[in-house]
């Protein structure tokens, strides 16, 4: 039995897709055939396309919402779209109807050229684009550090710390020296992780002496 696949992607794991996921729904998708990829998409070395690889057959139908959640390095999506159609497996991009492959079948060698062409012009498109977001950001983090900004996440430190967590950590500290109570229970306590709690402490500590 052929059935419908959805291929979901969003560069990482702070975007959401629902938008794509609902478009999907919107064409009796259900979730168990949608398979999502929270990952860049310069390449296609993603755990679930490539699960998703292994699990299409000859007559299977892959939809995607527009090409550029397929992928953004062109050579790559060309490459793994000859592999799709030299398996037999159709493609529907949502966005851009002329990329259905089911339209063409009857047009043999003329529909081929058709998809081909626009595939062409819709991948380096894609790609392109990722070129400008790769730049748009090195230009930001270029002004950024001209400014002086400190770019990342803010470096955790004792004064960082909130009212509460300050007063914890100082009325805890000598239970803790005295072995009274557990690094891991103080931790805890004062909500730090290992590699940030022994960083506070060694600067709490500094001001000890």
Do not use: C
């Not at 996921?21 to 055939?33: A, P, Q």
């Not at 959640?69 to 497996?89: D, P």
Request: charged residues 35%; without cysteine; aromatic residues 8%.
């Amino acid at each position: 039995m052929n059935r419908e696949y959805a291929y979901i992607r969003v560069s990482d794991k702070d975007q959401n897709e629902d938008r794509q996921i609902v478009v999907m729904e919107s064409l009796n998708i259900k979730r168990e055939f949608m398979f999502i990829d929270k990952s860049s998409g310069k390449n296609f070395d993603r755990p679930e396309y490539q699960l998703l690889r292994r699990v299409l057959r000859e007559g299977d139908t892959l939809v995607i919402k527009s090409l550029d959640r397929f992928g953004r390095n062109k050579q790559e999506i060309l490459r793994e779209w000859e592999w799709l159609t030299h398996n037999k497996i159709d493609i529907v991009v949502v966005d851009m109807p002329i990329l259905d492959t089911r339209k063409y079948k009857e047009l043999g060698a003329v529909g081929q050229l058709i998809t081909d062409l626009v595939l062409q012009i819709l991948s380096w498109l894609a790609e392109e684009e990722r070129t400008n977001i790769k730049q748009r950001q090195a230009e930001g983090i270029s002004v950024a550090k001209s400014k002086g900004k400190h770019l990342g996440r803010p470096k955790k430190d004792f004064n960082s710390l909130s009212k509460e967590q300050r007063a914890m950590l100082v009325e805890l500290y000598p239970k803790w020296k005295n072995d009274e109570i557990t690094a891991v229970s103080l931790m805890s306590k004062v909500l730090l992780k290992k590699n940030t709690f022994y960083k506070v402490i060694q600067e709490y500590e500094s001001t000890l002496k």
